[in-house]
Nanobody, 116 residues
Framework: QVQLVESGGGLVQPGGSLRLSCAAS????????MGWYRQAPGKQRELVAA???????NYADSVKGRFTISRDNAKSTVNLQMNSLEPEDTAVYYC??????????WGQGTQVTVSS
């Protein structure tokens, strides 16, 4: 089973960019579907982007064309490149790992704040 640690959050101005990284420790990373979720204050956690073990990606409508998810199985990492950031993107971003017959795994989260 993997453990996840996110990094790369911070404060950025509207229109700016950030790159989030999620490092996984443990075995069989390539067999996990990976995702980035976010939770803004007072709102439910929502899926932002996901990538399957085969590299198929999926995005929330609100981030299509602005965010890109990628994975490097050799390094056991998954990244989220976020461009053209908007104040509405402000949230705690969580890395998630899923595998059939295993419990979902969450990272501790990283804060992203988009503000001028």
């Amino acid at each position: 089973q993997v453990q996840l640690v996110e990094s790369g959050g911070g404060l950025v101005q509207p229109g700016g960019s950030l790159r989030l990284s999620c490092a996984a420790s443990g075995s069989a990373f390539s067999m996990y579907a990976m995702g980035w979720y976010r939770q803004a204050p007072g709102k439910q956690r929502e899926l932002v982007a996901a990538i399957t073990s085969a590299g198929i990606t999926n995005y929330a409508d609100s981030v299509k064309g602005r965010f890109t998810i990628s994975r490097d199985n050799a390094k056991s990492t998954v990244n989220l490149q976020m461009n053209s950031l908007e104040p509405e993107d402000t949230a705690v971003y969580y890395c998630n790992a899923k595998r059939v017959l295993f419990n979902a795994i969450w990272g501790q989260g990283t804060q992203v704040t988009v503000s001028s």
